[in-house]
T-cell receptor, first 114, second 115 residues
Framework: AQSVTQPDIHITVSEGASLELRCNYS??????LFWYVQSPGQGLQLLLK??????LVQGIKGFEAEFKRSQSSFNLRKPSVHWSDAAEYFC????????????FGTGTQLKVEL | DSGVTQTPKHLITATGQRVTLRCSPR?????VYWYQQSLDQGLQFLIQ???????AKGNILERFSAQQFPDLHSELNLSSLELGDSALYFC??????????????FGPGTRLTVL
């Protein structure tokens, strides 16, 4: 069974600083990996996805993530954080077979200091 | 706006009651998924339907059931409600079937409060 670990529950960064949110997954085969963002009272918005190919993927809002098979990681990065990026970020892994369910990490709450 | 709609947005009810949550997937999407988000359990997969058929089950209680109708909208029925069922319930949809994997797009959720 697949699993996702997001080791950082809370992260605080200053506006304009760089950001890296960590995600480690466990899955036997090549995973389908996702980052979603949830603003307060809102649904989940897909930031980016990795299915195959180039291990550095670009997403919306200036985010990118890098798939590292050797480290079972899919960390999310942004070079310069904006105050509007304050939200909760979820890493998720999907798998074919037995349905296409997503398994989510526990989330990382991002606070941006002005 | 993801194109997935959910109604109602908020639902307040009492223990022991039954409620129905409704979801309309994005146009063209055949798969519908239900997830529960709670403080203690996080985001958990409940059930998936593909073109009217149940495809996969997750941590869904026996008191909960779902179905997908011919027009592809889906309903999640929660009965004999308990305080612990209070949560945000998300519906998601994707094109994905048995032979492909595609990203899921989430609706805004239904916040259920059981008093």
């Amino acid at each position: 069974a697949q699993s996702v670990t997001q080791p950082d529950i809370h992260i605080t960064v200053s506006e304009g600083a760089s950001l890296e949110l960590r995600c480690n997954y466990s899955y036997g085969a090549t995973p389908y990996l996702f980052w979603y963002v949830q603003s307060p009272g809102q649904g989940l918005q897909l930031l980016l996805k990795y299915f195959s190919g180039d291990t550095l993927v670009q997403g919306i809002k200036g985010f990118e993530a890098e798939f590292k098979r050797s480290q079972s990681s899919f960390n999310l990065r942004k070079p310069s954080v904006h105050w509007s990026d304050a939200a909760e970020y979820f890493c998720a892994v999907g798998a074919m077979g037995g349905g296409n369910k997503l398994t989510f990490g526990t989330g990382t709450q991002l606070k941006v200091e002005l | 706006d993801s194109g997935v709609t959910q109604t109602p947005k908020h639902l307040i009810t009492a223990t022991g009651q039954r409620v129905t949550l409704r979801c309309s997937p994005r146009s063209g999407d055949l798969s519908v998924y239900w997830y529960q988000q709670s403080l203690d359990q996080g985001l958990q997969f409940l059930i998936q339907y593909y073109n009217g058929e149940e495809r996969a089950k997750g941590n869904i209680l026996e008191r909960f059931s779902a179905q997908q109708f011919p027009d592809l909208h889906s309903e999640l029925n929660l009965s004999s409600l308990e305080l612990g069922d209070s949560a945000l319930y998300f519906c998601a949809s994707s094109i994905a079937g048995a032979l492909s994997y595609n990203e899921q797009f989430f609706g805004p959720g239904t916040r259920l409060t059981v008093l």
